[in-house]
């Protein structure tokens, strides 16, 4: 049996549909995420994470370091 009291997470995207279909898909599996509709390259997370997964996104990046760079930031 695994336990993950104590464990959240965030999913962002910067399309708002995206977010809507990724809140159904969670809620299909039981799951509660928060889902924030966010744009990396202009706003910032004011959190931090154990881990960050970016995933299959850094070529839609006009600036990828940068946005490399902020996710590191927030990772413990």
Request: charged share 30%; with cysteine; hydrophobic share 45%.
């Given at each position: ?8 997470f ?33 706003e ?33």
């Open positions: 049996m695994t336990q993950t009291l104590g464990t959240e965030l999913g962002i995207d910067v399309d708002d549909d995206t977010i809507r279909k990724a809140r159904l898909l969670a809620d299909c599996l039981g799951r509660a995420p928060e889902f924030r509709v966010l744009d990396l390259e202009r910032t997370i004011e959190e931090s994470f154990d881990y960050v997964l970016c995933l299959n996104v850094l070529h839609h990046f006009k600036n990828p370091l940068a946005a490399l760079e902020k996710l590191a930031a927030i990772t413990r």
